[in-house]
């Protein structure tokens, strides 16, 4: 089943077209199959005009709608902004097994002294965290930090099936070994579909 079965972008201004076409399909045609059967029929639409926002997004009983704010926005951010919709509302569905080892994960991370992450909203939640003991202990900034950080991961893993990435780094950057790794348990949960590869 080919990955535009199960989105459908809203009709976009005439100016919008060229974006839709070039970087938001594409990207969204990436997406796992395993992740589409989780978040069901997804619709976005696009708010031309300014806004306060960059998106936004509601679930409902098998799908999801997104809004994109696209006035002044590059496609390929646009396209960015959408599969990370994607990846926070997966994280509301992941399972309990997949939830566990996804702290596990960022626990390992947090022991072996990684500082970086991978967008700024997740690198800012985790500093939060581990700001101090009292924080470290706090389970709602766990929680914050789990979801900014899965969301982003799932963002970048599909845009790793999108396209070639070029891995940033430095001391705000996830290192390449600790992105593999995650990369590597969200295809295990998401494997690509066919004629898409994670690692070349």
Known sequence: MSG??????LEPPAELEPAVREFLVPALEAVPERAWARLGRCR???EPAE???SSRWTAGEGSIEI????????????????LLCLG??????????????????????IQAGVTGEIDETAFE??????????????RRRLERYARASFAATFAEYVHALWHDVTVRTGP????????????????????PRSGYRLFP
């Open 4 to 9: 535009a079965a199960h989105f459908e972008i």
């Open 44 to 46: 976005i639409g696009l």
């Open 51 to 53: 806004a306060d926002w």
């Open 67 to 82: 809004e994109l704010a696209a006035a002044g926005v590059e496609a390929h951010d646009l396209a960015l902004e959408a």
């Open 88 to 109: 926070q509302a997966l994280w509301e569905r992941l399972e309990a097994a997949e939830y566990a080892a996804w702290l596990e994960a960022l626990d390992r991370e």
């Open 125 to 138: 939640e985790k500093r939060r965290l581990v700001a101090s003991r009292v924080a470290a202990r706090s």
């Open 172 to 191: 705000e950057h996830l290192p390449p070994e600790w992105l593999r790794r995650r990369l590597a348990l969200v295809s295990g949960w998401f494997p």
